[in-house]
């Protein structure tokens, strides 16, 4: 399989119900939800590979909620369409589709945190090449994935941050793959990759840049329709939970939970070195929030958003939060 096949996965989206009793009657217990979950670029990325921990590990199986699988998407307002009109209630997803939608009034609210940083994207060029800083690529041609993407917007920032505007060539190359395959045929000098693809192909190429300095940004959410919050509030809770304990035994055990990332997604797809590489890389940066949401970092995410035309004027936070369903200690 080709290394560049990890991009090209895509699936498509199921639900239970539960009983309240009324009246003078005791109080019945909801029914044990029994759904499937919406997680973006789940199988294809390493940064929602926390759920498969989940699910190998039983953590989305409690008393109130039992998660039959993932349903992976490529992200976007389309796929938190297809979530809510699919009869799911939870997903995990791109900040910009969640802050998008709730602003299109799609009734859903960001109830946790799951991506903390945007430091899994970063720029590598050709050994010997020469190119190790943001200031070897003056005069050069920077690859990007496509206009007014995050890629494209990460790269304008950064070259603005190191008075270089004007200075370096950017160019539109699609997807990951194809911009790699345009740096190893000289057609840019640096180009985007991210995990896995950086595990399995770092023999290959040098670091030429990062984005370590800049603030950190919450890229990805967990979102919650009204529904689930009215009628199932603990399948939710244990739903965030689920979240909570699969990023912390990831943290916990790296070795462990890259194994069990590669034995759920499969070892052709998503091989047990890469996957242990992916992983340690992943803990260094502190990538993936326990379940906390950060403010300061959806403000900076919004930013990127007004940067590239998608938002205009302030957010309502308080109308797209929920952190009830946090434990105490997580909420801000």
Do not use: C
Request: glycine content about 10%.
């Amino acid at each position: 399989m080709s290394d560049f096949s990890l991009f090209d996965r895509r699936q498509a989206l199921g639900l239970g119900l539960g009983l309240l009793g009324a009246g003078a009657l005791p109080r019945l217990a909801f029914a044990k939800m029994e759904t499937d979950i919406l997680v973006a670029y789940y199988g294809a990325l390493i940064n929602t590979a926390p759920v498969a921990v989940g699910l190998e590990k039983g953590f989305y199986d409690t008393a109130n909620v039992k998660v039959r699988d993932a349903v992976s998407s490529i992200g976007g307002g389309t796929a938190i369409r297809n979530m809510v009109g699919g009869g799911l209630d939870y997903g995990i997803v791109g900040t910009s589709s969640a802050l998008t939608a709730i602003r299109e009034g799609i009734d859903i609210k960001i109830v946790h945190g799951v991506i903390r940083t945007m430091e899994d994207l970063f720029w590598v060029s050709m050994p010997n090449s020469g190119i190790k800083s943001l200031a070897d690529l003056k005069g050069k041609k920077i690859g990007f994935t496509k206009p007014k993407s995050i890629s494209e917007t990460m790269a304008k920032w950064m070259l603005d941050r190191h008075g270089m505007t004007g200075q370096a060539e950017l160019v539109s190359l699609g997807g990951v793959g194809a911009g790699l395959s345009a740096l190893e045929s000289g057609g840019v000098d640096a180009a985007l990759i991210l995990e896995p693809l950086w595990s399995a192909r770092k023999d290959r190429y040098q670091i030429a840049f990062t984005l370590e300095e800049l603030p950190p940004m919450t890229q990805m959410v967990g979102v919650a329709t009204s529904k689930i919050m009215n009628e199932q509030p603990d399948a939710l809770r244990d739903l965030i939970a689920g979240w909570t304990q699969s990023a912390s035994y990831t943290y916990d055990n790296q070795e462990d939970a890259a194994l069990l990332m590669s034995k759920r997604f499969g070892a052709e797809a998503l091989a047990p070195d890469v996957a242990k590489s992916a992983v340690a890389n992943m803990a260094k940066i502190d990538y993936w929030s326990r379940g906390e949401i950060d403010l300061e970092g959806l403000k900076f995410w919004l930013e990127t958003m007004k940067f590239q035309g998608e938002w205009e004027g302030d957010a309502d936070w308080s109308a797209m939060i929920d952190q009830s369903f946090l434990p105490p200690e997580m909420r801000h």
